[in-house]
């Protein structure tokens, strides 16, 4: 399997690479079945991560010094390419 191609940065014109979240696995980080005390045999994590949207990452650019995030939707774009 190939890399996967991600779209240029809007600003710099530049190659994004893609970062995983450090805050989630996958986009999701705990589970919630809607009970107040869960007896689920195998919580599944259903919650998805506020830091990334549920993309699971980011599009970071690396043209200014440390990277700067691209747009939500570029990263669900990216995503949704790479599966």
Known sequence: ???????TCPQHGCDLRWEDCPSCDEGYVDHSCGEDTCCCADPVPN???RSCDGAGGYLVCDAVSGGHVAKVQQRMEARVEAK
């Open 47 to 49: 919650v998805v991560c």
């Open 1 to 7: 399997m190939g890399a996967a191609e991600y779209p």
